[in-house]
């Protein structure tokens, strides 16, 4: 089983309005952090915004909120007032436990394409 | 402020030869890792480092070697490349659990 998924390989949002990325993930631990990456084109990886599962309050960095729902197990990102410059591969990750091992692990990304 | 350095960027092989990818972070991170990404996909874990001295196999390590040679490098080694593994590679470096993962620029790799 896949343990993050992202539904949505593409979307379309107009500038200035705000956008939602989806991400559901599959974990057994009780003890779990959520991350979300942007990687424009030039290929980096830009951490945007993270959330742990003890969390009880939203994350938010900027114009980046994380809908965390916890029983649903989804984990979306919600972009508001989209730039031009937020065209980009989006992907969510996720850190399993409490374990030495930090690594993550992540969806297949989401393309995000803002149209003037 | 550089970061995670990775050298090189590029790289075009020919099935069989050897190379070793380089990676140095200067942040004083315990846990390095690599990944590689495919075309169309998200990056999956090939090595990891938790700390100095360790290293332990991701979900994609066949064909790969790795060795954390001091705290700041962590390098990895195709000894005979297949065209199975041109990919983007990327190396990062984190400290404590909750905080996010600092990647390298990554390196294409071809080959043929």
Known sequence: AQKITQTQPGMFVQEKEAVTLDCTYDTSDQSYGLFWYKQPSSGEMIFLIYQGSYDEQNATEGRYSLNFQKARKSANLVISASQLGDSAMYFCAMREGDTGRRALTFGSGTRLQVQP | ?112
């Not at chain 2, 790969?64 to 470096?93: D, G, H």
Request: some cysteine; overall charge neutral; hydrophobic content about 30%.
């Open chain 2, 1 to 112: 402020n550089a970061g995670v350095t990775q050298t090189p960027k590029f790289q075009v092989l020919k099935t069989g030869q050897s190379m070793t990818l380089q990676c140095a972070q200067d942040m004083n991170h315990n846990s390095m890792y690599w990944y590689r990404q495919d075309p169309g996909m998200g990056l999956r874990l090939i090595y990891y480092s938790a700390s100095e001295g360790t290293t332990d196999k991701g979900e994609v390590p066949n064909g790969y070697n790795v060795s954390r040679l001091n705290k700041r490098e962590f390098s990895l080694r195709l000894e005979s490349a297949a065209p199975s593994q041109t990919s983007v590679y990327f190396c990062a470096s984190s400290e404590y659990r909750d905080q996010p993962q600092h990647f390298g620029d990554g390196t294409r790799l071809s080959i043929l």
